[in-house]
């Protein structure tokens, strides 16, 4: 399983130059929930049968974005390798993997106040809960997602960002909407995906508006934008 691993500048190039893209991320949940293991993430957000499906069908939907992965070493697949290469050899799941670490790497390595100022640049709307309203990035406009099981209201979501991309041009979604994510740009990225920048940010923004939900975030939670 090869993953490309993609330094910072490579995106904060693309959005500088308005290369759009789009970029989701396979963790644990997202694999635990594919994998048709019950339950819910660490987060609380439930595998819900028909989430199950759409996962898979995205992972059958090879059109051109970003799918990304953490390194094989890394505890969010290391600890379910035992699974996940066994289920992804007997689906024929044959993808060009990225690095999905690129983010959390940015904030502890200091290199998020350079991805900032090219979100910043751009009409930038995050997607998420509503304790990032306070974070202290120039954010274009907002698009509310209940803090769990948020794919419960998928269809919501994706009707406000297609309405955000008649609104607005030159738009980079910054997307916090756990497992619900990954399902909203595989469904919304050929109606829109030549229009925008989607990117699954995961929860990197959470330390800066006072939430520590992983043990990550405490070594870069006094960082200043």
């Not at 290369?19 to 339950?39: A, H, I, L």
């Not at 993430?41 to 049968?49: E, I, R």
């Not at 028909?50 to 290391?78: F, P, V």
């Not at 997602?145 to 980079?172: A, G, H, Q, W």
Request: proline share 4%.
């Amino acid at each position: 399983m090869k993953i490309k691993n993609n330094p910072i500048e490579y995106y904060i190039e693309k959005i500088n130059s308005k290369d759009n893209f789009s970029f989701t991320r396979w963790g644990d949940g997202e694999w635990f929930c594919t994998m048709g293991v019950p339950g819910q993430n660490c987060d609380g957000h439930k595998y819900f049968p028909e989430m199950r499906k759409s996962l898979n069908t995205s992972l059958n939907n090879d059109k051109g974005y970003y799918k990304a992965i953490w390194n094989l070493d890394h505890g969010q697949i290391k600890n379910i390798l035992h699974m996940l290469l066994p289920f992804i050899k007997s689906n024929n799941i044959n993808l060009e993997w990225v690095n999905a670490g690129i983010w959390e790497d940015a904030a502890l390595n200091g290199q998020l106040k350079p991805l900032v100022k090219s979100l910043e640049s751009r009409n930038f709307v995050i997607v998420s809960s509503d304790k990032l309203k306070k974070i202290d990035i120039k954010y274009t406009d907002f698009i509310s997602v209940p803090p769990v099981n948020c794919f419960l209201d998928k269809e919501r979501i994706k009707s406000d960002m297609i309405k955000m991309t008649e609104k607005y041009d030159d738009i980079v979604f910054g997307l916090s909407s756990s497992m619900a994510t990954n399902v909203i740009v595989d469904e919304l990225y050929d109606e829109i995906g030549d229009k925008c920048t989607m990117i699954d940010f995961g929860s990197i923004w959470d330390p800066f508006v006072g939430h520590i939900g992983r043990s990550y975030h405490k070594q870069y939670a006094k960082t200043i934008l």
